[in-house]
């Protein structure tokens, strides 16, 4: 019998071309040009405002290295689970085409 390993396994995170794959992916709908994409371990955290107060409009939480689940962000600004998994161009497309009023500008 062999003995499991003692390296603990590497947790996944996103990265830079993530954040640059989701941004180019929204420039491509100029009323969106008010949303930016943050990056923090394994999510990608789509926000508008000032960034020291931003304003979470939805994420993506990497599940495995191409998928990714849906967040969004209640009234309160707390983080709930969509039954939406996939690649990150598919979410992200399925956000804007299905979820589009999530993403308005708030004033």
Do not use: C, Y
């Not at 709908?29 to 508008?48: D, I």
């Not at 990497?62 to 998928?67: F, G, N, Q, V």
């Not at 969004?72 to 039954?83: D, E, I, K, S």
């Amino acid at each position: 019998m062999s003995r499991p390993s003692k390296t603990p396994s590497t947790p996944l995170a996103a990265t830079d071309d993530d954040v640059r794959g989701v941004e180019a992916f929204l420039r491509r709908f100029p009323e969106l040009a008010h949303l930016r994409v943050r990056r923090r371990a394994a999510l990608l955290t789509l926000e508008s405002g000032d960034p020291s107060d931003p304003l979470p409009h939805a994420r993506l939480r990497r599940l495995a290295a191409k998928i990714w689940q849906l967040e969004m962000a209640n009234h309160m600004g707390r983080w709930q689970p969509t039954p939406f998994r996939g690649q990150r161009d598919d979410l992200v497309e399925a956000l804007i085409g299905n979820f589009g009023w999530t993403l308005v500008e708030r004033v």
